[in-house]
């Protein structure tokens, strides 16, 4: 069982390197004779709008902060210290490793410092995921309506109206899913629990008992956001989150003087999230700047220009949060010699 473990850990992991190496291929050979016009694109970017791209992204941070405090509050006794060092760390090992490690890393660190197993942290984290697919199926929502309301002057071309209804239909699909999940594991958990966990009987015994706890965990949480107004709450958070994203994507690309608009940072911002969801090559190489330059040549924004764009957002997502990795990862091991 431990050698089929490690060899899909090194399956995936060398799927995400494959994944990243040929977008990253791509992404260079369509620069391929415009070094010139990229680099003047990387000297005209207006670095005054760098602050506040920065303060929406910290403001992002701390709604997922706060989000993931009260999802765990019913379950877990968790300190706001213990669950920013885990969500810091996390991000450190997805910044580093390859095949986003840090989704196990971040559970990890949140259990050394609760009364908890390994099993609950990750049930957290999972349920933490599902929020964040209702918040950029959110955003999408908002970009659709600011399509609908835009002004006359702004033009949609029909390719990216005919890519848009496609990724929002997938993804709506989607989330009816996971709202039919959630309300029948509101209303009815037992139902969903006894099945799964009989189920479970047929594996080793060792594999039995994380399994429960991690599917007991999974359905404390769920319940745990019962009550409406806690519920609403944690939506307006899952959206938040992206909608500070989406605005600190807006400030780059006014700072590059692309011009467009808030529906094209919000595309910008779905598309290098839906990119980068699967496993990838660390600090998402490759995929996240071919993503990002794609998004924003839908309008009409030269490959140079979006190649310049998709490198500084790139660069303003990644190498912060890496860096409060890094100081987080030293005050987990402080507290942990103490």
Request: with cysteine; net charge positive; aromatic share 12%.
């Amino acid at each position: 069982m431990a050698v089929f473990r490690n060899k899909k850990r090194v399956v995936t992991a060398a799927a995400g390197l494959l994944l990243g190496a040929g977008a990253l291929s791509v992404f260079l050979l369509r620069l391929a004779g415009e070094r010139d016009e990229f680099l003047s694109s990387v000297r005209i970017f207006r670095y005054e709008l760098m602050p506040p791209a920065l303060l929406f992204l910290a403001l992002m941070y701390v709604l997922r902060i706060l989000r993931w405090k009260l999802l765990l509050s019913p379950v877990l006794d968790v300190s706001w210290r213990r669950v920013s060092n885990a969500l810091f760390v996390g991000l450190l090992a997805n910044n580093v490793l390859p095949a986003r490690a840090g989704e196990l890393v971040r559970p990890y660190v949140l259990q050394r410092g609760a009364e908890a197993g390994f099993s609950q942290a990750l049930a957290s984290v999972v349920v933490d995921r599902i929020f964040d697919l209702i918040g950029i199926v959110g955003l999408m929502v908002m970009t659709a309506v600011l399509i609908i309301w835009r002004p006359a002057t702004v033009d949609v071309s029909s390719e990216f109206m005919e890519r848009f209804r496609g990724v929002a239909g997938m993804l709506g699909a989607v989330l009816a899913g996971v709202m039919v999940m959630f309300i029948s594991l509101l209303f009815f958990p037992h139902m969903f629990r006894r099945p799964v966990l009989r189920v479970t009987r047929i594996l080793p015994e060792f594999l039995q008992k994380p399994l429960h706890a991690f599917i007991n965990a999974f359905v404390e949480y769920i319940l745990g956001v019962r009550d409406r107004k806690k519920a609403a709450f944690m939506l307006i958070l899952a959206v938040g989150a992206f909608l500070f994203q989406g605005m600190s994507t807006y400030c780059l690309a006014v700072g590059f003087g692309m011009e467009i608009g808030l529906i094209g940072a919000f595309v910008a911002t779905t598309a290098v999230y839906l990119a980068i969801a699967l496993p990838q090559a660390p600090g998402y190489l490759g995929t996240y700047h071919l993503a990002a330059a794609l998004a924003v040549e839908l309008f009409d924004v030269l490959p140079a220009p979006a190649a310049a764009f998709a490198v500084m957002m790139w660069i303003v997502n990644i190498f912060p949060v890496t860096i409060l990795g890094v100081v987080s990862l030293l005050c987990f091991q402080w507290v942990n010699d103490q």
